[in-house]
């Protein structure tokens, strides 16, 4: 199936470039814009749920087809296209792979994207100050999750093992957005396995368009 890719969503959101990163990385020519036929969309209305029903971002739109959650994304446009195979074979190093995609898009994105990175970006204290007394409170989960995480990839180069796979593409945007935050450094100090596992992660060429951009 030939037909054109479309990411809905703006392209800062975390789950936007998991999705963008995947299409990065098979090869996968696409555009990423929050609007339809020219109009720009508001979450939440008519024509958004009607491509993600929750009233999230991202959704994907192929054609007459449209998908909407992360993960589910990723292995459709895995399964969908030719290139590098984003998800094992094996059914049961499948399922780790679905096991950590999950996982991340729910506890560690929760932790460190909803309750600590987006203080960050959209403050919500006096004048739009950063709310300090809630990165404070946050930051202890955000620790639990990333020793979680350094815990799994352990000596392997990837989330799941020696191969790249879309759950590495769920992880990268998250590490990538919190190596910017004033903590990064003790959250995530050089020579780690995190910030080495991100470096790693950005010297992908997938990483060129899919972590930079800022639409
Ligand atoms: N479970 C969803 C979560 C998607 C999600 O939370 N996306 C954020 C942007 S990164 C969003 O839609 N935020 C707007 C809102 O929650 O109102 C997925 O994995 O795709």
Redesign the pocket.
């Known amino acids: 199936m030939s037909a054109k890719v479309h990411i809905l969503?703006p392209t800062f959101?975390?789950?936007?470039r998991s999705v963008m990163l995947c299409c990065e990385e098979k090869g996968i020519s696409y555009e990423t814009k929050f609007e339809i036929d020219g109009q720009p969309l508001s979450?939440n209305d008519e024509t958004h749920l009607q491509y993600h029903p929750f009233?999230?971002?991202?959704a994907l739109i192929h054609g007459e087809r449209s998908v909407?959650?992360?993960?589910t994304i990723c292995r459709y446009l895995d399964a969908t296209f030719d290139g590098p195979a984003l998800q094992p074979t094996d059914i049961y190093q499948r399922a780790e792979v679905d096991e950590w995609a999950a996982a991340l898009?729910i506890y560690v994105?929760k932790a460190i994207?909803r309750q600590y990175l987006l203080e960050f970006a959209f403050p919500k204290g006096p004048e739009g100050q950063v709310r300090l007394d809630k990165v404070t409170e946050a930051e202890p989960e955000v620790a639990r999750m990333l020793s979680i995480v350094e815990k799994q990839l352990g000596d392997n180069d990837f989330i799941c093992g020696s191969e790249y796979t879309y759950a590495d593409a769920i992880l990268t945007p998250m590490l990538d957005y919190l190596s910017g935050t004033p903590n990064a450094t003790s959250l995530m100090p050089n020579n780690s396995v995190l910030m080495d596992y991100l470096l790693r992660m950005r010297a992908r060429p997938s990483a060129v368009n899919a972590l930079t951009s800022d639409s």
């Open positions: 969503g959101s975390s789950f936007v979450l009233g999230k971002i991202p909407f959650e992360t993960a898009s994105d994207v």
